[in-house]
């Protein structure tokens, strides 16, 4: 087995800098993480100032006049740490979270996928860093071996695919150089390996196992045995979310369309890379823009066909924001993803053009309905009866469902059928093909004893044109539609 650790150094102070609406450079602003009226946590520009951790919040506003601080939210971080680790699915299956700030990913099975270890890691950190966030990776043979060189910042040389017995020899050469402080040791017990002289993990594993149970209990002999993998340590793998759903909460109250523009490119690259992780394209989402005394205003987005791409989700939504009455100071902006539909991705084009002329229709009907109205644009689709003035219906327009909405090739229908049979002489046109007989509707007849009955050619008329035409029980002829 082969476990990759996730470790966010900074997920307390990363998540509450999401609330900045600050589209220009969010870090360019001064950031601490207050708890208990104490630093412990801040951004680098609020480290050039001089603030220091553990220094109080009231010396850290006498350094620096401009600063921002947030009180630390638990929830929250244990919120944002479980969408990463959904995000994180198109990696692996089998990934489950450590709280504060790490996921672990059994990574064995995707190394051929993603090219290797190093190809996967280049992606995952790739992927942490498009969604705001800096990440330690450690890798090793067990789950807390992976955690503690994470929590070290230690790499380890590996074959680019490891078997099992490379990946273990090569987790234990780099476990013994780790200081006890990164490991899952309380520190209390840290202390007391200090005050004897031992600092690092080298220094515990050449000691008798025997004589560091009786002296430190059996605990560290449990935990030792599965940072080895001496002993079995068993995860509980999440189960990815049904359905996205997500917020931000404003620092500052916002009153004016455009400056919501960078919050909900946050949200919408979010939501999209929680799609590609979940295979699955959005078909409508659903923005609530909620105010501190007023009701919020709710606002649903429908596409044509399945959207996954950030630029594609922002772009309809911004349209429809024009349109929209907001309140007049927003708070907090929330993002759900009311229907989803199975992902199915074009195949490659060898000319780009070709490619974006079949998105085209549905970014066309998109942008109608954001401007306009939802009901400014409808499709057509079969309906389940014979009689050809009822054999269809308006729909509102999907792209997917175009080819089951398409008649059956065997079908000899015109595109363009009259609303009401003309009637024309016989001698007007020359049958070509028939007769088809339909002989339905004759349940709704005010006259039990006169079915609609029907015969159906197809003709050409003297004027040049290919007609549909029937004749009816009395032998009267019509022409009831055209073909193109």
């Known amino acids: 087995m082969l476990w990759f650790c996730v470790e966010l150094p900074d997920l307390g102070l990363e998540v509450c800098a ?247 490119q946050r949200l919408a690259q979010d939501q999209s890379n929680w799609l590609i992780s979940r295979q699955l394209g959005v078909v409508r989402i659903r923005w609530r823009f909620a105010a501190f005394n007023s009701v919020p205003v709710a606002m649903e987005v429908e596409f044509a066909e399945p959207q996954q791409n950030k630029q594609s989700l922002l772009s309809i939504s911004r349209l429809k924001l024009a349109t929209l009455n907001l309140p007049d100071e927003v708070l907090s902006l929330h993002l759900t993803s009311v229907q989803l539909a199975t992902w199915q991705d074009a195949s490659g084009s060898l000319f780009a053009r070709s490619e974006q002329a079949h998105h085209a229709p549905a970014e066309l009907i998109d942008q109608y309905k954001a401007r306009l109205g939802q009901d400014i644009c409808q499709g057509l689709t079969l309906h389940d009866d014979f009689r050809p003035e009822l054999a269809w219906q308006f729909v509102r327009p999907n792209m997917q469902a175009k080819a089951q909405s398409a008649p059956p090739r065997h079908a000899r229908r015109p595109l363009w059928l009259m609303s009401e049979p003309l009637p024309a002489p016989r001698h007007h046109f020359t049958l070509l093909r028939g007769p088809e007989r339909i002989d339905v509707g004759w349940w709704i007849s005010a006259d039990v004893h006169a079915p609609a009955q029907r015969d159906y050619f197809i003709a050409q008329h003297a004027n040049g044109s290919r007609c549909w035409v029937f004749a009816d029980a009395q032998g009267e002829w019509f022409i009831h539609g055209y073909f193109s």
Not at 196 to 223: H, K, N, S, T, V
Not at 245 to 252: D, K, S
Request: hydrophobic share 45%; net charge positive.
């Open 18 to 264: 999401r609330r900045i609406p600050d589209e220009a450079n969010p870090s360019a602003v001064p950031t601490v993480l207050v708890q208990d009226n104490r630093v412990i946590a801040r951004n680098a520009t609020a480290c050039d100032a001089g603030i220091a951790l553990r220094s109080s919040l009231a010396t850290a506003h006498s350094i620096c006049h401009n600063l921002v601080h947030f009180s630390r939210d638990v929830a929250a971080e244990q919120t944002r740490l479980r969408f990463l680790a959904d995000a994180a699915y198109r990696f692996s299956a089998s990934i489950s979270t450590h709280e504060p700030s790490a996921i672990l990913l059994e990574v064995s099975g995707s190394l051929r996928l993603f090219g290797g270890v190093y190809g996967l890691k280049r992606r995952l950190m790739n992927l942490l860093a498009e969604l705001g966030h800096h990440a330690d990776i450690g890798i090793a043979h067990t789950p807390l071996a992976a955690l503690a060189l994470a929590r070290a910042r230690e790499n380890i040389e590996l074959p680019r695919w490891p078997t099992d017995k490379e990946a273990k020899a090569h987790s234990l050469k780099a476990l013994r150089r780790i200081a006890l402080r990164h490991t899952e040791c309380e520190p209390e017990l840290v202390e007391r390996f200090a005050n004897i002289g031992i600092e690092r993990l080298g220094q515990i594993f050449r000691l008798p196992a025997a004589e560091l149970g009786r002296r430190f209990g059996p605990r560290l002999l449990d935990y030792l045995g599965r940072l080895t993998g001496q002993r079995q340590d068993p995860r509980i793998f999440i189960t990815p979310a049904a359905s996205f759903n997500a917020a931000l909460h404003f620092l500052e109250s916002i009153s004016n369309k455009e400056a919501l523009a960078f919050p909900m």
